[in-house]
């Protein structure tokens, strides 16, 4: 056996509370330190303003398109597309629009009686033609005076 008994033997010293303490601190505060920093915009060097967000938003106007009754099918199964939408377009330019709204609407009334049952049927058809269309009509109007195409009614029946 050993010459020392259990007594002369040196316990381990466990490391104590106070590292892990200071390690939980310190996470805690570069945690709070990085929140700040990204919030504020320093690191990506762009200043967060509400209210220029805000007033961003509100930078659009909104130009109607007449609603269209499409007829859709055909070899026995005719059906018909409600098509309703509005364009957006930059403030400023909504009578430029209107000048030139019976072409948007003869390009957009020839691209819908163009498209077939089944490719209105499938789920992502709108998502396609929305963007088809909205392409269509930048040609007609000019680059950066229509921003978006948005479709307040699509119903077949």
């Given at each position: 056996?050993?010459?020392?008994?259990?007594?002369?033997?040196?316990?381990?010293?466990?490391?104590?509370?106070?590292?892990?303490?200071?390690?939980?601190?310190?996470?805690?505060?570069?945690?709070?330190?990085?929140?700040v920093v990204t919030?504020?915009?320093?690191?990506?060097?762009?200043?967060?303003?509400?209210?220029?967000?805000k007033t961003e938003?509100?930078?659009?106007?909104?130009?109607?398109?007449?609603?269209?009754?499409?007829?859709?099918?055909?070899?026995?199964?005719?059906?018909?597309?409600?098509?309703?939408?509005?364009?957006?377009?930059?403030?400023?330019?909504?009578?430029?629009?209107?000048?030139?709204?019976?072409?948007v609407m003869d390009?957009?009334?020839?691209?819908?009686?163009?498209?077939?049952?089944?490719?209105?049927?499938?789920?992502?058809?709108?998502?396609?033609?929305?963007?088809?269309?909205?392409?269509?009509?930048?040609?007609?109007?000019?680059?950066?005076?229509?921003?978006?195409?948005?479709?307040?009614?699509?119903?077949?029946?």
């Amino acid at each position: 056996m050993s010459d020392t008994t259990a007594d002369e033997q040196e316990p381990r010293k466990k490391g104590g509370l106070l590292p892990l303490v200071l390690g939980l601190a310190l996470a805690v505060a570069g945690a709070g330190g990085g929140y700040v920093v990204t919030s504020s915009g320093l690191l990506s060097g762009t200043e967060k303003t509400d209210t220029k967000a805000k007033t961003e938003m509100v930078k659009a106007a909104f130009v109607p398109l007449d609603p269209l009754v499409i007829s859709v099918g055909g070899e026995g199964r005719q059906r018909h597309l409600r098509f309703n939408a509005q364009l957006e377009v930059s403030p400023g330019n909504e009578r430029s629009v209107q000048d030139v709204l019976p072409r948007v609407m003869d390009v957009l009334n020839g691209y819908l009686r163009a498209i077939s049952l089944s490719d209105i049927e499938d789920p992502a058809a709108l998502v396609r033609m929305r963007a088809q269309m909205l392409r269509r009509v930048q040609i007609i109007v000019g680059e950066g005076v229509v921003n978006d195409l948005l479709v307040m009614e699509f119903v077949l029946s």
